[in-house]
């Protein structure tokens, strides 16, 4: 943008403000122990290094916080850096932490998604809640083959099939599921706990799909949406089907 | 080197024994030496199939743990010289044969003949791995009812994932489509899957339709192989399938409920 406001005969503005969205991995912590942290995040970082080397990241004591665990964040940013990574943001922190986040010049971050605010008073629904979200987000998986009766896939980010899911089979991801091609299979989207997830198919006629522990069984899907292209998301822990 | 081709389903019953001793008569016919395995080990049938059960005397087993050579085990078919068949042993069972022992008895066979067929037991169990392990093709062998398409679809992911060729990483196995037992009139009853169907659940190419017929059972019967019936359905379809595995350009036949003129001729059951 810069060269076209040169390229402008008269009084060329020196900057502009501009509104962008950026995907950032965040990292929800749930424990206050700062070894354990490091051991688990480091593990992390090691399943993709090159992913994770300078990748920025926004720390999340929310949960830490409902809990009343109270934790250093001066001491969890360290670790993070430490480890490669550099944090640019905390959410979800009590009125010390954000001053120490502050103070180290790490910005504020509000929680505006409207699931997690729900959460806190509702009670919570049968499906076990994994104890550690881990919502940072890996590659993603791309399949071109056909998915065989008896054959399971796993993937740790989003999982694209090129190809049909046969019967008789399990596709999991952690983050969201495509199938170009008929789903006859099991399909689990979210499987970590990542509520955001979901599942998109060019043909439903799943034996079950599931996001983040919500499920439905072929015989709950109604017959208007079969062997329609559909997606899947959840909308406050109810499974919701559209076509697209 | 011979192209070694597994004939395999999954499930039991479909007609991976007729298939086998069909598609192997058929290359020998064709002029190309061929031997056919039978890997149903203590559940032997493709010698009674291939009418020469009353001249085994060495089997598949025999071979693998030494005690017989491959030319003292294969039994020259009384049909075509160029067909031989490596019977299986009825008193063991698969745990008898060995991947080393296997490998090395088609490594042989690999030296002097064009063609391995490998008749595939029923199952997924070892006489099953290992017969479509070495292989370079596959004829999946599918009936048009569910059970039977799902079994094939579990075998066709075992064959795409625990072959040699997978687990060198070296271009898969080819994999063809066999439709048997098909019946048109019961297709158009709504009472079996039909071609379409079967190809919508499997994507994978049809290599050719085998109608039921009675034709099979009194080969089967008489230990003639049903390719060798030339006035037969079955055996013409056979014949058809071998052509198109040959690379012959042949239109499909027996999908349609019209009874051409053999169908009126014999009754086309």
Do not use: W
């Amino acid at each position: 943008m810069s060269k076209d406001a040169q390229k402008t005969p008269y009084n060329p503005p020196a900057l502009e403000f501009k509104s962008s969205t950026f995907s950032v991995p965040v990292l929800v912590i749930a424990s206050n122990d700062l070894l354990i942290i490091e051991q688990q995040l480091q593990a992390k970082v090691l399943l993709a290094p090159e992913f994770f080397k300078n990748s920025p990241l926004v720390l999340d004591v929310q949960e830490l916080n409902k809990q009343s665990v109270d934790v250093d964040v001066v001491a969890v940013i360290e670790v993070i850096r430490k480890l490669g990574l550099l944090p640019i943001g905390i959410r979800g922190g009590n009125a010390r932490q954000n001053e120490q986040a502050t103070t180290l010049g790490i910005p504020l971050h509000s929680i505006h998604t409207s699931s997690t605010t729900i959460d806190a008073k509702k009670p919570k629904t049968p499906t076990p809640e994994p104890e550690t979200k881990d919502l940072l987000q890996t590659g993603t998986t791309v399949i071109t083959h056909p998915i065989r009766s008896g054959q399971r896939v796993y993937a740790a980010g989003d999982l694209v099939i090129i190809a049909q899911v046969s019967a008789g089979t399990e596709i999991l991801a952690e983050g969201n599921i495509h199938v170009y091609g008929t789903l006859r299979g099991r399909a689990l989207a979210g499987v970590q706990g990542n509520t955001e997830a979901r599942i998109f198919c060019s043909d439903l006629q799943a034996e079950l799909i599931s996001i983040a522990g919500n499920y439905k069984i072929s015989e709950d899907l109604s017959q208007n949406i079969r062997n329609t292209p559909v997606q899947i998301y959840l909308d406050k822990q109810t499974l919701v089907i559209k076509e697209i | 080197m011979a192209r070694i081709i597994v004939v395999t389903s999954g499930k039991g019953g479909v007609g991976k024994t007729t298939t086998s001793a069909a598609i192997a008569m058929g290359l020998a016919k064709k002029g190309h030496k061929t031997a056919v395995i039978d890997f149903d080990v203590g559940l032997r049938n493709l010698d009674l199939i291939m009418g020469c059960e009353r001249r085994v005397v060495y089997d598949f087993i025999n071979v693998i743990n030494g005690e017989a050579s491959l030319n003292q085990a294969l039994i020259k078919d009384k049909n075509c010289n160029l067909l031989y068949i490596l019977a299986a042993s009825q008193t063991r069972d698969k745990d008898a044969l060995s991947q080393e022992g296997v490998g090395k008895v088609l490594d042989d066979l690999s030296k002097d003949f064009k063609y391995i067929i490998c008749d595939s037991p029923a199952g997924i169990e070892r006489g099953a791995h290992l017969a479509m392990y070495f292989a370079d093709d596959a004829f999946v062998v599918t009936n048009p009812e569910v059970s039977s398409v799902r079994d094939s679809d579990r075998m066709l992911g075992i064959l795409s994932s625990k072959s040699r060729r997978a687990e060198q990483n070296k271009e898969p196995i080819k994999e063809y489509l066999l439709l048997t037992r098909y019946s048109p009139e019961r297709v158009k009853l709504g009472e079996m899957l039909s071609v379409e169907d079967v190809q919508e659940i499997l994507s994978l190419h049809l290599l050719g339709v085998v109608p039921e017929s009675k034709s099979v059972l009194n080969a089967s019967n008489s230990g003639i192989p049903v390719i060798l019936d030339e006035k037969s359905d079955a055996g013409q379809a056979y014949a058809d399938i071998v052509a198109r595995y040959l690379g012959e350009n042949k239109p499909h036949r027996f999908i349609d409920d019209k009874k051409g003129f053999f169908g009126k001729l014999f009754g086309g059951k």
